[in-house]
């Protein structure tokens, strides 16, 4: 169900960021479609591959797309067990997106382009950087609720009382922070820009086209729908009805694009020499969190 709903809330997500952003400046804007029929016009397009790359730079987007596809799969939906979900998922889970980057930033180096190098070692940086906040927002709740597995740790969780308040809204927070990072939004990156030496992930697609270009934006659009679903976890309790569960997906979801979409509006791109201590913060907010678990488990004196 998970695999499903997230398939679906990736074909509005980006849209209705656009459709956020040009309302707050006072545009008219493009259909909350028009990301996917910008794809399906790449679908359409013939490649255009420089005799530069190697059989890397064409494989690289599919392996990009079938990771998030598999990481997907690992997540449930409340009252949903997951499909490929076992104990200790969360570690596969995120070493799943770790090798879709990991080929992404081949694909970049591949190409020769030193515009592209730069995006890479920025890309591979942030991700270094943000990998510990979410391994010990997770060990957090495998601690606090005793489950290893994400289908385990959502069911287990409950908002009652103040420290699980605490602990869900800093959970909720650093997945809203690690899916901006991870998608190169805002404050990290600018979608926007187009100066070679400040852009980031956009760089790093310069020389791809046709099918190989839509691959990466629908793996975009789905690593998304996947960090929302995170969120929707987090917020909707395991044993609500499918019936009053879905309409509050959906609403979880909207809310998450407009915010995005709210922030790209009115918020400036950090420079880049602040970002690794922004992301290095996450980390340490993570630690917040562990160390008041271990304070109510009585696990530290």
């Not at 979608?191 to 697609?205: R, S």
């Not at 789905?222 to 395991?238: R, T």
């Not at 998450?256 to 790209?264: D, R």
């Amino acid at each position: 169900m998970g695999f499903l709903l997230a398939i679906v809330t990736a074909f509005f997500f980006p849209g209705v960021i656009l459709r956020v952003k040009s309302m707050l400046s006072g545009r008219k804007g493009p259909g909350i479609l028009q990301p996917w029929k910008n794809i399906a016009v790449l679908l359409r397009k013939d490649l255009v591959i420089s005799t530069t790359t190697s059989f890397i730079f064409s494989l690289a987007p599919v392996i990009y797309l079938s990771t998030i596809l598999c990481a997907i799969l690992m997540l449930p939906f409340p009252g949903f067990p997951s499909l490929l979900g076992f104990e200790g998922d969360f570690v596969l889970f995120a070493y799943l997106l770790a090798l879709g980057k990991f080929f992404f930033i081949l694909a970049a180096l591949d190409t020769g382009s030193s515009f592209e190098g730069m995006g890479a070692s920025r890309e591979a940086l942030y991700s270094m950087l943000v990998e510990p906040a979410f391994f010990i927002l997770f060990g957090t709740l495998a601690l606090l609720t005793g489950h290893t597995s994400m289908e385990g740790i959502f069911d287990a969780f409950r908002f009652s009382g103040h420290n699980s308040f605490i602990i869900g809204f800093i959970g909720v927070y650093l997945l809203v922070q690690i899916a901006m990072i991870e998608n190169s939004r805002m404050p990290v990156d600018d979608p926007k820009t187009h100066l070679e030496l400040t852009m980031i992930h956009e760089v790093m697609i310069l020389d791809h086209s046709g099918f190989d270009l839509a691959l990466m934006h629908i793996g975009t659009s789905l690593k998304f729908a996947m960090y929302g679903l995170l969120v929707a976890n987090f917020l909707i309790p395991s044993d609500m009805i499918f019936a009053a569960g879905l309409p509050l997906f959906l609403a979880i979801q909207v809310v998450f694009a407009s915010m995005i979409g709210l922030m790209e509006s009115f918020r400036a791109r950090k420079k880049l020499a602040r970002n690794p201590q922004f992301i290095v913060t996450l980390s340490s907010i993570a630690l917040v969190a562990f160390i008041l678990v271990l304070l109510i488990q009585f696990k530290m004196i």
